[in-house]
């Protein structure tokens, strides 16, 4: 009777210890699935600014091409009053329409130009949007641009950044995926770098 015991209890004790390996190796695999799975997220955003990037680069040196050189990072005509390099850029997204009914006699967050931006399509311009972004306003922009002719670092932490030349010009483009600003407003200073 006690070696039928003996095994029923060597069966249990073996059968609690599988059980354990098992869960153990389980969460080993699950924690591993979820690490690598959060990396392949992170390569993704990373991939998709990257593009980013790169339609912006274009756009800008398309511009260049155009103007003979990069859009300063605030803009005006006249006496009108300023607007943002992004609006700029417009018509070198196939957003030429968008450009042809801004209303560059009004500030760019008057009712009309807020309207313009809010009859956009959904997402639109998502260039101008991190996928980072930790701001749920679809119509902030988290690509900001640096003047040539002040380099200074203002910053605590590094951002990511992209140069683009053209010849002997040369644009700086920041991602701030915290950025409150809105892709319409000319604002891209220093100090709004600083905050991030």
Excluded at 4 to 21: C, E, G, N, P, T
Excluded at 56 to 80: I, M, V
Excluded at 160 to 174: A, D, K, P, Q, R
């Amino acid at each position: 009777m006690s070696d039928m015991w003996h095994d029923r209890s060597s069966r249990r004790a073996l059968f609690v210890v599988l059980a354990i390996a098992i869960s153990i190796i389980m969460a080993l695999l699950a924690f591993w699935a979820g690490h690598t799975v959060h990396r392949l997220q992170q390569n993704a955003r990373r991939f998709q600014a990257d593009g980013r990037f790169a339609q912006l680069a274009l756009a800008l040196r398309n511009y260049h091409l155009d103007q003979g050189a990069f859009p300063p990072l605030t803009l005006s005509k006249g006496k009108d009053p300023p607007y943002s390099w992004r609006v700029a850029l417009l018509p070198y997204f196939e957003m030429a329409d968008i450009y042809r009914r801004y209303d560059f006699s009004q500030p760019w967050d008057s009712a009309a130009n807020r309207a313009l931006a809010e009859s956009m399509p959904d997402g639109e311009p998502g260039f101008f949007r991190s996928p980072d972004a930790s701001t749920a306003n679809p119509y902030c922009t988290h690509y900001l641009g640096i003047s040539e002719h002040d380099l200074r670092w203002p910053g605590k932490k590094p951002l990511v950044s992209y140069l683009v030349t053209s010849g002997s010009s040369t644009f700086i483009l920041v991602e701030a995926p915290e950025s409150d600003i809105h892709w319409m407003e000319p604002r891209d200073t220093l100090e709004t770098l600083a905050k991030e």
